[in-house]
Nanobody, 120 residues
Framework: QVQLVESGGGLVQPGGSLRLSCAAS????????MFWYRQAPGKQRELVAT???????TYADSVKGRFTISRDNAKNTVYLQMNSLKPEDTAVYYC??????????????WGQGTQVTVSS
């Protein structure tokens, strides 16, 4: 049973930093791309950042230059370093991993979400 467990959320002042982690476990054969999404109250879930298995990264315009996504393939873990945080970054952050195995083919798995609150 594949599980994604997130950590690192919390309350931070504007201009501060947080680092989110998401560790995947349980019968993993291959992880392709990994993603961070976020969902603010009353808004749709939005894609924040992507990292491919080869390390190519892409970002939403709203976080470019402030957030950095990275992954440690040996640990099946994806990270999101968030700097210069703004109140509008407040949301529940979710990780997503696109995986392949011979029984299910390609499937997306989600973490449980971690709250990030940016406020003075």
């Amino acid at each position: 049973q594949v599980q994604l467990v997130e950590s690192g959320g919390g309350l931070v002042q504007p201009g501060g930093s947080l680092r989110l982690s998401c560790a995947a476990s349980g019968g993993i054969i291959r992880i392709d791309a990994m993603f961070w999404y976020r969902q603010a109250p009353g808004k749709q879930r939005e894609l924040v950042a992507t990292v491919t298995s080869g390390g190519t990264t892409t970002y939403a315009d709203s976080v470019k230059g402030r957030f950095t996504i990275s992954r440690d393939n040996a640990k099946n873990t994806v990270y999101l370093q968030m700097n210069s945080l703004k109140p509008e970054d407040t949301a529940v952050y979710y990780c997503n991993a696109r995986m392949w195995d011979p029984y299910n083919g390609i499937r997306d798995y989600w973490g449980q979400g971690t709250q990030v609150t940016v406020s003075s």
